[in-house]
């Protein structure tokens, strides 16, 4: 019998590098110049599943990403790495979910899968900091979680003992399968693409991908990367995007800042010396 | 329909820090709504809850003990929140944004279906109108946040879910005692109605836990690094410059992630928020989600070589320079200023 390890995926716009031009004169976000990449800490888990592929012989892991149709990008990127199969899940009725959305669409994915030993995903993505996916997947498929993982100590086809990264220290866990995984950006980067796998992998594309492009659908059938819509997957439509998301946004404002009384120095010894002594005399330095 | 908080016990058998806050916070938005506030206590052989308490405002504590229960495990704190808010129906649940809340709340959220939003700057009530139904909402609970790296604040509503769920890091709201001699009532929780030996699927073997070494929330004055300052050696002169005015070092997320100092120094929505008498920017070009952290500071220096850096329009003084050449000028005017003295 099969190890099934899933690793859940995310393509994330790439909020750590905003340039200059990543705002719109209006203040609002220019989406198209951030590029999109495979969220960091979804790499360190994809590295902490093909460790474990290393340790337990017949493991398949399986790369599952939910979004646009471009997300295909991130899943041929797993596969380079590594990864065995990989699936989208898409569908325009998954507009607007938020992690609870999410998770519950994510857990008909895994569930469609069958039977799964243990899921890892990254701890949050960077567009939305929020940590939530992950433990939400765990509820929905009733699994106990083990978050911030930094190392797996030991595993076996039984049980597997993981080191956690917390606020203050770091602490052992054991628990046997299935459960949730999520990985701290602590935990080991990812191994690089693989020469062979690229060249065996780069032709792979979704279903939506080869009419988009208008390819002859002439594609041998294991060689297509899995894609599945709401309907694939039994989904509740009331459950899905925005119908399914308890949290709705009542507004965004963008960054308006309030100018200050702003003294501008220059970095001469003159003014340091002045600027100094005015902190000084105002009994700003010193406990 | 009260509001509720989860009070976090530390290593050192105490309230975690963020929990107060959230009790003060509780208790604002508590008596807007004119509800009751109560605080969910979970672990082993807690001292004086109820001296800890009460002067916060807490009208109900929700006491749940046994050795099973400390250290914190994700299932059982799971099963007795979600079966206790289920009878309890609260309309607000505040968590710290700690490792043990960010683990817990989400599955809570999700098992009870409700809205949940991460890191809370701010929590206000408010109402609301549905621009299609025309319904109106009375006293949501607006969880705002900084969203999309930084770049906008979003004021999150759940119109129908309830609870109301949010998580806050520690520092972002302040404690304050409310009525040294408030009194309210504790409520002992059967704790195995609650929890089931499925709870305890995961075993902790070992842990180590360090103390905590550095304070830059209580610090009145903090010296901060951004990725501006180029390397961990120029770090160096960060400790230098705050040996001199015993300020305690900071750093923005990007400086951590670069590695050029340790993540306990992070100020900003994902690390600690602060409130120094004096803070000086050294190479942070000002980012939202550093600028949340750091805003309510009395003054703000800046050093930076971009003039139009986001965070000289919040600072009282800027230094338009590089600083690794402004940093040792500081520090001399400082030894030559003590010397005078």
Known sequence: MNFNIIVLIKQVPDTRNVGKDAMKSDGTVNRTALPAIFNPEDLNALEMALRIKEQIPNTVVTAITMGPVRAADILREALYRGADKAVLVTDKKFAGSDTLATSYILSLAIKKIGRVNLVIGGRQAIDGDTAQVGPQVAEKLNIPQITYAEEVVKVTNDNIQIKRRLERGVELVEVAYPCLITVHSSAPPCRFKNAKKVMKYKKYYTVSEQQNENMNCISILDRVIEEWNASDMNANMEMLGLSGSPTKVKKIDNIVLVQKDNKLLTASEYDIALLMEDLSNNHLLGK | MNVFVYCEITEEDAFAEVSLELLSKGRKLADKL????????????????????????????????????????????????????????????????????????????????????????????????????????????????????????????????????????????????????????????????????????????????????????????????????????????????????????????????????????????????????????????????????????AKIISINTDPNAPINSIADYTVIGDVNDVLPKMIKAIMNTKIKK
């Open chain 2, 34 to 297: 004119k509800v009751k506030l109560e605080a969910v206590v979970i672990g082993n052989k807690i001292a004086n809850p109820e001296e800890q308490l009460f002067p916060y405002g807490v009208d109900v504590i929700h006491l749940a003990e046994d050795k099973r229960l400390f250290p914190y495990t994700t299932l059982p704190h799971f099963s007795i929140i979600t079966k206790l808010f289920q009878e309890k129906r609260p309309q607000v649940a505040l968590f710290g944004a700690t490792s043990v809340g960010r683990d817990l709340a989400p599955r809570v959220a999700s098992k009870l279906r409700c809205g949940l939003t991460a890191d809370c700057t701010a929590l206000e009530i408010g109402e609301h109108t549905d621009t299609k139904t025309g319904k109106v909402y009375t006293e949501l609970l607006y969880q705002i946040r900084p969203a999309f790296g930084g770049n906008i604040i979003a004021t999150i509503i759940n119109p129908e879910t309830r609870p109301q769920m949010a998580t806050v890091r520690e520092g972002v709201m302040t404690k304050e005692i409310y009525d040294p001699n408030y009194k309210g009532v504790v409520e002992k929780l059967q704790v195995e109605h609650y929890i089931s030996d499925d709870d305890f699927a995961v075993k902790i073997i070992s842990r180590e836990i360090e103390a905590r070494k550095i304070n830059i929330k209580n610090a009145q004055i903090i010296v901060a690094g951004g990725y501006g300052m180029g390397s961990k050696e120029n770090f160096n002169k960060l400790h230098e410059l705050a040996a001199q005015t015993g300020a305690e070092v900071g750093a923005t997320r990007a400086a951590v992630d670069a590695g050029f100092t340790e993540s306990e120094r992070q100020i900003g929505q994902t690390g600690v928020t602060v409130r120094p008498k004096l803070y000086i920017a050294c190479g942070i070009s000002g980012a939202v989600q550093h600028r949340s952290g750091m805003e309510e500071s």
